[in-house]
């Protein structure tokens, strides 16, 4: 009886172990899923930062000279300066 014993509970112990790595908290499903989550939010931080680098430029522009701000009046807000004629073209 002792013969079959340490076979068996080596094999229930074999179970639960590659149940635990199909099915457990760290099972190879899971892992799979949270690296393509990982990836996806790693791609969205690389946006962020190239958002954020973009307007960091966008504020230092702003604060060193007055180029970016009569740029943005002229684009954003249609302004002229005086004596200035103001000429759109339709595409």
Known sequence: ???????????????????????GRGSVP???????????????????????KRLAAEVRDLKEGLDMVEEKARFELGMVKANEIYVQIAR
């Open 30 to 52: 899971n892992v799979a899923r949270l690296s393509e989550q990982l990836k996806v939010q790693q791609q969205k931080n690389q946006q962020a930062q190239l958002t954020n």
């Open 1 to 23: 009886m002792g013969h079959r014993a340490v076979p068996a509970a080596l094999i229930s112990l074999l179970v639960i172990l590659h149940a635990q790595l199909w099915f």
